[in-house]
């Protein structure tokens, strides 16, 4: 079964520090994986998008990572703002036809002053 | 408009009241998407469209929940004799190539 989980649950940091956010998958076969940011009261918002042989990728203070021989994927957010508190989730979509992705619970991030 | 439209924002309902929720996708997206998000959790999968075809409904909880497209572009969402636990946020993507787009939902609160 195709799964998707996340850590840690939930996080807590001031504002001005460096955070990362784990994402472990089973999706298989592979095709992608997005980061989506879910501000409260929100949709989720498309971060970023990884694919097989992509192992970094950056947008402004985010930093996606993904290791597709352990199926780990990262998310580094630099220099935090408070504009950053959200939850972050995880998005896995397998190749092949399937057109369901497999969303993991998200972490959700609390920035304090 | 831009993006995708929800309504209502919010919905207040009445055990046992029936309920149905809009979804405008972004013109010209074939497929769409409806997820159930209860609070603190990530967004549940309920039934996929690709066009007017409802191709899956594997995730809709029970058959109170029922779904239609019927012109291929404005969806809507049913929810029959609502119940208590249906008490959550209904959020509608559309697709385009791998990305999805969301709208901001529908918070629905069944007293």
């Known amino acids: 079964k195709n799964q998707v989980e996340q850590s840690p649950q939930s996080l807590i940091i001031l504002e001005g520090k460096n955070c990362t956010l784990q994402?472990?998958?089973?999706?298989?076969?592979?095709?992608?994986l997005r980061w989506y940011k879910q501000d409260t009261g929100r949709g989720p918002v498309s971060l970023t998008i990884?694919?097989?042989?992509?192992n970094t990728k950056s947008n402004g203070r985010y930093t996606a990572t993904l290791d597709a021989d352990t199926k780990q994927s990262s998310l580094h957010i630099t220099a935090s703002q408070l504009s950053d508190s959200a939850s972050y989730i995880c998005?896995?979509?397998?190749?092949?036809?399937?057109?369901?992705?497999?969303f993991g619970r998200g972490t959700s991030l609390i920035v304090h002053p | 408009g831009a993006g995708v439209s929800q309504s209502p924002r919010y919905k207040v309902a009445k055990r046992g009241q029936d309920v149905a929720l809009r979804c405008d996708p972004i013109?010209?997206?074939?497929?769409l998407f409806w997820y159930q998000q209860a609070l603190g959790q990530g967004p549940e999968f309920l039934t996929y469209?690709?066009?007017?075809?409802?191709?899956?409904k594997s995730g809709l909880p029970s058959d109170r929940f029922f779904a239609e497209r019927p012109e291929g572009s404005v969806s809507t969402l049913k929810i029959q004799r609502t119940q208590q636990e249906d008490s959550a946020v209904y959020l509608c993507?559309?697709?385009?190539?791998?990305?999805?787009?969301f709208g901001s939902g529908t918070q629905l609160s069944v007293l």
């Open positions: 993507a559309s697709k385009e190539g791998e990305k999805l787009f």
């Open positions: 998005v896995v979509s397998a190749a092949g036809g399937s057109y369901i992705p497999t």
């Open positions: 013109s010209g997206h074939v497929s």
């Open positions: 469209f690709q066009n007017e075809a409802q191709l899956d």
């Open positions: 990884m694919t097989f042989s992509e």
């Open positions: 994402c472990n998958y089973t999706v298989s076969p592979f095709s992608n």
